[in-house]
């Protein structure tokens, strides 16, 4: 089954802004979780079965953050956060937090440190869970079905809540420092034994430092001091860091398009389209000479010369067929009045001439 959206990050905004309190008291919390309105993560039309889905994930996705490598301030507000999913859910009868038995000696180990604290309030939430039966016991830690994977997926830890891996603080425990300093006393008082003067012990019995236990508590102090303000710096440094870099990644992405741009319109200039072998006849040659130019304009009159020619050739033959036609219609108009006009003697012509006298 996958994750509910959005669900593992409201969880971890709601412990990254306890985190920031630097407080581990419940009022805090509380006061950030009425500030998100974390209680109405349940409200929604759901039925009784994604009601109950959802409700085990809320829980298994807190308790991820109850159990190591998280620091003591996420664990403590994860243990806030179960009591407050655990007592807003509204199932009925109420799901419980699913807890391992190989998980339950650091549990209880991390009830004792509450307490050796001081910090009681955490303590009650705890022991408040207990008493109202919230925990349900089982041999692993998911589910397991017939036919399911061998390999079950490991859940990612997030680095921010992580605590951190400090060999120096590993090594030199708050048990090593007390027993360190046990030792320490037990040595400085033989010394006054052993010694002929008990106030003041000899010198050649002094092979260490008298001031030995407290330079090396000193030195554990600062190195305490640092990797907290190295924390802190980190937090302040990440956003800031954030923003360069996703200023950096977008002022070299407009590079690489302007560089693009600039690649394409240089092909498409220098590129010069050759024409194919049917019309290499009309392709013009670009040439800066006059000349060039000249016999260029005289090429392209040419031809419409040749079509003048070609055009004045069917003129003149209409013009020629128009004559032809005149000359048969005067030829005919002349043969029809010599057929029609009677034929006058002289003779008579002139005896029409005295007669008129």
């Not at 303590?123 to 869970?129: G, M, S």
């Not at 027993?179 to 012990?201: F, G, R, T």
């Not at 050739?313 to 000359?327: E, L, T």
Request: hydrophobic share 35%.
């Amino acid at each position: 089954m996958g994750t509910t959206p959005g669900l593992k990050a409201d969880c971890e905004a709601l412990l990254s802004r306890f985190l920031e309190t630097d407080s581990v008291r419940f009022e805090d919390f509380t006061e950030l979780w009425r500030n998100m309105k974390f209680g109405t993560i349940f409200c929604g039309r759901m039925r009784n079965l994604e009601k109950n889905m959802f409700t085990k994930e809320a829980l298994a996705l807190a308790w991820q953050y109850f159990l190591p490598p998280y620091t003591f301030h996420i664990r403590v507000g994860a243990l806030y956060l179960l009591y407050g999913l655990y007592n807003t859910q509204l199932c009925q009868p109420k799901q419980k937090i699913r807890v391992a038995l190989k998980d339950w000696d650091e549990v209880l180990k991390f009830q004792q440190d509450l307490i050796n604290a001081q910090h009681f309030d955490a303590a009650y939430i705890f022991r408040k869970l207990r008493l109202d039966r919230a925990f349900h016991y089982t041999a692993m830690p998911k589910l397991l079905s017939y036919r399911m994977k061998k390999k079950i997926q490991r859940t990612e830890v997030t680095e921010e809540f992580k605590d951190p891996d400090d060999r120096a603080m590993k090594l030199i425990t708050s048990d090593v420092l007390e027993e360190m300093l046990n030792v320490h006393d037990h040595y400085q008082n033989m010394k006054h034994v052993i010694s002929a003067d008990k106030s003041q012990p000899d010198k050649a019995l002094s092979l260490i430092k008298d001031d030995f236990f407290d330079n090396l508590k000193n030195i554990v102090l600062e190195h305490q001091q640092w990797h907290k303000d190295r924390k802190v710096c980190s937090r302040c440094r990440a956003p800031l860091l954030c923003d360069f870099f996703s200023f950096l990644f977008i002022y070299f992405q407009r590079c690489e398009r302007a560089e693009s741009l600039a690649k394409i319109k240089s092909k498409a200039f220098s590129i010069v389209v050759q024409a194919s072998k049917s019309r290499r006849h009309r392709q013009v040659k670009r040439d800066s000479s006059d000349s060039d130019s000249a016999s260029g304009q005289g090429q392209t009159k040419a031809p419409r010369k040749k079509r003048g020619k070609e055009t004045s050739r069917p003129a003149a033959k209409r013009v020629s067929s128009r004559n032809k036609s005149n000359v048969q219609n005067v030829n005919k108009e002349d043969k029809s009045l010599r057929l029609s006009m009677p034929v006058i003697t002289e003779e008579e012509g002139e005896n029409e001439s005295f007669t008129e006298t």
